[in-house]
């Protein structure tokens, strides 16, 4: 309760630790064909490229990521929505929180143009960004200034948290295989080579790119061919 | 936009379908022994107190259950982080919200004794209950301020939502089957007949409550049953 | 026991109960960008067709099927490989099975051309039917002769049928979502507006079309916007 | 197709890789009550021994164990009701199968006393072994000659295999998180410390001893806490 409030307009993610990859992928897929007496590594890329095409997707599910994030609240929210993966998440009836607030940065799009289901971003002007950070920071402080209150008068966390934005940062860690992060994937970035419209919100999208990058390095080949055959949910 | 601040203590949670009960139950356990050519009644609360007692789960996740529920979003928050559902919710990126806030009723308990896996709560005093209608109407009010001077700014509603805080009511739709629905209850009410603790926080378990009542409506036999094996997760 | 063996080239799909349909998608939907308050008619058809075309699967989710399924082993066990839908089996550890079993009609294709990946069928001849027919109903009579000896000489039912061959009947209730049901489809019928190749086993293909005709007549509206839109799993 | 047939009492399960371990366990239980920043060892044990007790369990489906088993297809069956799980089996339409079959031990107990819900298993006589080895090599023998007549005769495979036994092996890798691996393992075994009654068939209970293992190396503390507490699904 002593931290001063503090506004941040990046999000963070760590990969904490992976099994699996590209030769555990073509391991699972040819016990269909060969039974598990024969894993040969060579051709490989061969079949990964004819499994994504072909959307024989489980045996990318024996591929596994764990990501701690830091991200909003209402990121988070949006995260969690994907149910085929696992997390524990910071708790405000468990612990007091800190004061960590997201703000948008300057070169975040800030208006919304068109109607539902075709509406487009477009930069906000600099007056713009300087009401949403007035406003905002106002607003941040007067619920921080709220909660730290109701805890000082003894009330408890959970009852004081309700206050609280979902503009707070959280932190949890989710474990989630790679079929359900080629999901993920395709519904929270936008990208040319897609097959799929998705319109994510912005902050998701970068916490979605920093989790494309582990999934790039640990399945390098199928991550190229995922990219060829249109970055689909398979 | 125009609409002006509404404070509620209260939740709701309506049924809005169900298909399966008791009979269904008994259906599909009964396809197990006597394959599907041979089902009768008689006899269906026995079975049922058999199946629930030996926790023989699967006839259960046949009967099916639709709810609206209105709630703040630190509710939302705890559902959905239940897997077995299917969830639509109200959009802050596709709506404006409606300020509609929760605060607790003046029989709400608001204080916490004990320490992290012992703690119980106690009733707080008049001056606590005036201190956090006092503390959480100022935040709510500058909270929906903040988002109504953005809006009105031009400033998109993703954006301008950050501000809004877990104490706002959102809405949506949950359908799930009983099977999860009494994992839900086992972890989500406090019971005397329980054989599992739980210590879910006051507002969700208003929420449970409610579809308990559901449950015990569409299911009777079952529900007893359930009962009297310690309300379980099976 | 006193049964004796019958043969089938058929399968069998009744729909038991269904919940939800056209109506309560669009209202899913709207919670999201009209909130609880506001559910009207009109226009559904056009929500329903920009919800399949744009991937926005969660509302589809609160329609749900029960269907009861009589078909070999060998069905079942690819259909249960699909694990977003809930399932009781007859068991034969529980009861003595029925001697029913499958053989495949005659215009059924019998032999397969080409590679892994590539294959497709072609009809068989009258002799290479007349030779399945013939070492199927041999095989057939054998197993179930040796499983009546077992059980006649007092061995356990779930050892006596180790012997039993996946061509065998069985009948299972199995309640899924349309969500769900949409995917199996996409996986498990042939098309020629699909936008995705699959290639079913046949006998899988028999099931799935009797479940189809259920989902056009439940969601009609749902149900041409999925055709016209690739037929997708989504 | 040049191997001759073969008959074995045994199950196979090796464990391929896992990630995560009783200390991952903590690190995710502890974000919840004091963030991602604090993470150390000390007292690991008694957080685990209080998570177990009080049936957060969470926390624990961090932790992924790839397996390979080989076993017959009626256990296969069963094992691929547990739907919290990813699976890659043995395809016998990809692939022509092996002729290995499963012929109980003779210390399996082949007779089963009471009536449905009650009944227990006792050691068969010699009689009795000697019966069901050769009904059961008689009938394995009678299916492997209908199934290699067949493919001679150019029949497709996936048409052939209809006439094999649930008997056969199958091999399939399996990833499941130690959560799940807590429910199967309740499920599926029979121990004096459990809290809950199970009646697993003998060979799933063989295949499932061999996974407990694996789970008392990866995660010591976790594994004795379990035990200490019931042995349930969490």
Not at 60 to 75: D, K, Q, Y
Not at 196 to 214: F, K
């Amino acid at each position: 309760m002593t931290s001063s409030p503090a506004f941040r307009s990046d999000v963070s993610v760590s990969l904490i630790d992976s099994m699996g990859g590209d030769q555990r992928l073509v391991q699972a897929a040819r016990v269909s064909t060969k039974g598990a007496e024969s894993v040969e590594s060579a051709e490989s890329a061969g079949l990964i490229l004819y499994l994504m095409r072909n959307r024989h997707a489980s045996p990318v599910e024996h591929t596994v990521m764990t990501f701690l994030v830091e991200a909003p609240i209402f990121v988070a929210r949006e995260f969690m929505r994907h149910r085929i993966a696992s997390y524990n998440e910071e708790s405000g009836r468990y612990r007091t929180l800190r004061p960590s607030f997201y703000i948008p940065a300057r070169d975040r799009k800030l208006t919304q143009i068109g109607k539902v289901g075709e509406y487009r971003f477009e930069p906000g002007t600099e007056e713009q960004h300087d009401l949403v950070e007035k406003a905002q920071e106002r607003a941040y402080l007067a619920a921080w200034s709220a909660y730290t209150e109701m805890l000082e008068a003894g009330i408890a966390r959970e009852v004081a948290r309700m206050v609280l934005p979902v503009g707070l940062f959280t932190s949890f860690y989710v474990t989630m295989n790679v079929r359900s992060l080629m999901n993920f994937l395709s519904l929270r970035t936008i990208h040319p080579e897609a097959d799929d419209p998705s319109t994510p919100q912005r902050e998701i999208e970068m916490v979605a790119e920093q989790m494309e990058e582990s999934f790039a390095e640990i399945m390098p080949i199928t991550y190229t061919a995922w990219n060829e055959f249109g970055r689909r949910s398979i």
